[in-house]
């Protein structure tokens, strides 16, 4: 089953303990339903858009999401069942991640442990790395920048950046 969230709308100014999204959910290429959260904590809402199709792909969706392998938590060793809530959550945070990782990419080396939800930035105020990579001195001045970046990872870490061209071999 093929899950796919999309015009995904993030509202950063309105996102408390949680993120603040609206969004359509497609199920199989079809839309199928919407999805939001206010951002103050509670959990995701979604609904299906009233028609025959669009209830049986959701109920479709939430039993593919039961079937599912539980997910274990990253503090302890209990476990979580799925559910479509989780997965529509799991896509918008990812997105909204590799978003704010893209802009973070531009003004330096990011690295981190792949998939997890934090990095460090190394890099100088003001830098774009677009625009260094532009000029033999500034792929120079990223090459350098590469290198010592790579003297502070821990060995589970590595260099997270996907704008880097040749110059991470």
Do not use: W
Not at 121 to 143: C, H, N, W
């Amino acid at each position: 089953m093929k899950i796919e969230i999309k015009k995904i709308q993030i509202n950063q100014r309105l996102s408390q303990e949680t993120l603040c999204f609206s969004a359509d959910i497609f199920i199989n290429g079809t839309k199928a339903g919407v999805a939001k959260n206010h951002g103050y904590g509670g959990s995701t809402d979604y609904h299906h858009l009233g028609t025959d199709t669009s209830r049986m792909l959701i109920k479709n969706a939430e039993k593919y999401a039961a079937s599912l392998p539980h997910r274990k938590s990253d503090i302890s060793d209990r476990t979580f069942p799925i559910t479509l809530c989780s997965l529509i959550d799991n896509i918008v945070y990812k997105y909204d991640n590799d978003k704010k990782q893209a802009k973070d990419f531009e003004k330096g080396i990011c690295f981190g442990v792949r998939g997890g939800m934090g990095y460090k930035i190394f890099g100088y105020k003001g830098m774009k790395i677009s625009k260094e990579l532009l000029t033999p001195q500034g792929r120079i001045d990223v090459a350098k920048l590469i290198a010592d970046a790579k003297l502070k990872l821990k060995p589970n870490e590595e260099i997270l950046n996907t704008n880097l061209g040749n110059l991470l071999k």
